[in-house]
């Protein structure tokens, strides 16, 4: 049997739904909490859900493994040859987060033959010592069925999270032993499986369906399922071995358990890749590798040059969270900053060459009014247009990304076009001509202020005091807490009432896959408190979200 025959035979991917036909507290598979899935998670007291009357979680979705969590997984599984040959289709996002959309969007005919050609190509490359790790039993033959089996279940537990049930492993137990019969070779057919394997929607989607709790309406994931979750936020990549078995021995059934191992797993390498990977997305870093500038205008902006920017930032994170575990909101207004060559260059440190490739911690020169992520050339550079600033995009940024406060859609047909002439030397002139104009005021009047405050960076970041001649007023005002230049905004930023519970929401958008709802709020505001009687410490926060029934409970579905 071929490998497309034996995903038919199996579980056609395109129609899987995941919750149709199953019983409270059966797995994907068939197997309940009771023969081989996990214990309950949640109900600090032993005897409920220990949730406040009025919290009612959004309702369940499964949601489909992000291109970044598809590859780590299979190169934990399966080795780094096999991660170099998966071609998982590209993330999409909605309300600005690739998890959201994960758990919105349907599969496409092109995404699922995406999924067959990567999921061939990884088999092939697949590590021969890891895969021989999962059977102890030397093959008697190209057919030998119980050797096989016992592949099938030690693989198969960790490709999907949880225990093969009986009638899984028949079925593919036949499938390998056709294609090992077929090829007169067993490990053709453990090939077979792996690639069947991958294809198959307990693997491509986190299974995050639950079982019903004390309370109607409220569904607690069981342990292997939170594990899932857990591993798959804090690290990018599928849970391990040890993390299944602390799940079905009951280690995630309540709050304290997770934190626990959520403190962990953030000792962990691939935690800090994963927040490096969460700051990319939210802050919008991985967008510099194709923003467009004009050449003419900023000569000095190259691909190598946008790279550099966006390791600086993720740099400051890293040494405010992973290596003095301090105030994150020290990432607003920072009086340091990482620097190569090319960006100390940029930044017109001296000597510039004295830095190399590594990147050095430095304090920047204080008459640039630089500090913290807005003063990043990065930053200054995503939030522009292709030949000159725009107050609006930084505004905008940080009105939204930021604060996460909502910016009312424009009227229809409104002239976005910006005066032009002579008598309008400099940005600020020119928009506070457009800002006369009524239908544009309202909008603007919310962003334009703030992003006057950067006047003093240009396009690509570089600082200036004038512009066609005229000397650039920086005097800017957030919610009336007056700033000029990025030092004092990002001040302003990080005192803001409403930055560090956005951070909060940002985080928990990424982490669950959905926008919170109102019958989350009141745990949302948990661990906003949390977060803050703890000094503002990312690890805290990350530790805190993960312990609260907003994150290990669900709706039903709907």
Do not use: C
């Given at each position: 049997m071929s490998a497309i025959a034996a995903i038919a035979v199996l579980q056609p991917l395109g129609c899987y739904t995941g919750l149709d036909g199953r019983a409270s507290g059966e797995g994907p598979g068939g197997g309940s909490s009771a023969d081989g899935g996990s214990s309950t998670a949640g109900g600090e007291d032993g005897g409920d859900d220990g949730v406040g009357a009025d919290f009612e979680p959004a309702p369940v979705r499964l949601r489909l493994l992000l291109a970044r969590q598809y590859r780590h997984s299979v190169r934990d599984l399966l080795g780094a040859a096999a991660q170099a040959a998966a071609t998982p289709p590209v993330d999409a996002a909605i309300n600005g987060f690739d998890s959201v959309a994960a758990a919105q969007l349907a599969l496409t005919d092109a995404k699922v033959e995406a999924y067959e050609a990567s999921a061939r190509a990884v088999a092939d490359a697949a590590d021969a010592t890891l895969l021989a790790a999962h059977h102890s039993c030397v093959p008697s033959g190209p057919a030998d069925d119980a050797c096989m089996r016992e592949f099938?279940?030690?693989f198969g537990r960790l490709a999907f999270r949880r225990d093969v049930s009986p009638d899984e492993l028949d079925d593919y137990a036949a499938v390998a032993t056709a294609a090992a019969s077929d090829f007169d070779d067993f490990e053709y057919g453990k090939r077979t499986v792996?690639?069947?394997?991958?294809q198959s929607p307990n693997f491509l989607y986190m299974v995050e369906i639950g079982e019903p709790g004390?309370?109607?309406?409220?569904r607690r994931l069981t342990g292997?399922?939170?594990?899932?979750?857990l591993s798959f936020f804090l690290r990018d990549t599928t849970p391990d071995a040890a993390l299944l078995d602390l799940a079905e021995a009951g280690g995630l059934d309540d709050a304290a358990g997770v934190r626990e191992a959520a403190t962990a797993m953030l000792e962990s390498t691939e935690a800090r890749e994963s927040l490096a990977d969460f700051a990319s997305e939210v802050y919008r870093l991985r967008e510099l590798a194709t923003v467009p500038k004009d050449p003419t205008v900023y000569p000095s902006f190259t691909p190598a040059l946008a790279a550099s920017m966006a390791k600086e930032t993720l740099a400051v994170l890293g040494d405010i969270v992973w290596e003095r575990d301090g105030d994150v909101?020290?990432?607003?207004?920072?009086?340091?900053?990482?620097?190569?060559a090319q960006l100390a260059a940029h930044y017109g440190l001296p000597d510039p060459a004295q830095y190399g490739e590594s990147f050095t911690r430095v304090t920047l020169p204080a008459e640039q009014l630089r500090g913290g992520l807005l003063g990043h050339a990065g930053m200054l550079s995503l939030l522009g247009h292709v030949t000159s600033t725009s107050p609006t995009y930084r505004g905008k940024f940080v009105r939204q990304q930021l604060l996460c406060q909502a910016i009312p859609a424009p009227p229809n047909n409104v002239d976005t076009q910006l005066p032009q002439g002579e008598q309008w030397q400099t940005m600020r002139e020119r928009l506070e001509a457009h800002m006369s104009e009524p239908s544009c005021a309202g909008c603007h009047k919310m962003m334009d202020p703030i992003g006057l405050g950067l006047e003093?960076?240009?396009?690509?970041?570089?600082f200036r005091t004038t512009e066609n001649g005229a000397t650039i007023d920086a005097n800017a005002d957030l919610d009336g807490v007056a700033f000029a230049g990025a030092r004092t905004l990002g001040t302003a930023i990080r005192e803001h009432t409403d930055s560090a519970p956005c951070l909060m929401r940002n985080l928990f958008r990424h982490a669950t896959g959905h926008i919170e709802?109102?019958?989350?709020?009141?745990?949302?505001?948990?661990?906003?408190?949390?977060?803050?009687?703890?000094?503002?410490r990312m690890k805290t926060l990350m530790v805190e979200l993960v312990a609260s029934p907003a994150f290990r409970m669900v709706g039903d579905a709907t």
């Open positions: 099938i279940s030690g792996v690639a069947t394997m991958l004390d309370t109607p309406g409220i292997l399922e939170l594990a899932t979750r909101r020290e990432l607003f207004d920072a009086d340091f900053t990482y620097v190569d003093n960076y240009d396009g690509v970041g570089l709802v109102d019958g989350e709020q009141g745990e949302l505001d948990e661990i906003a408190a949390a977060f803050a009687d703890d000094g503002y």
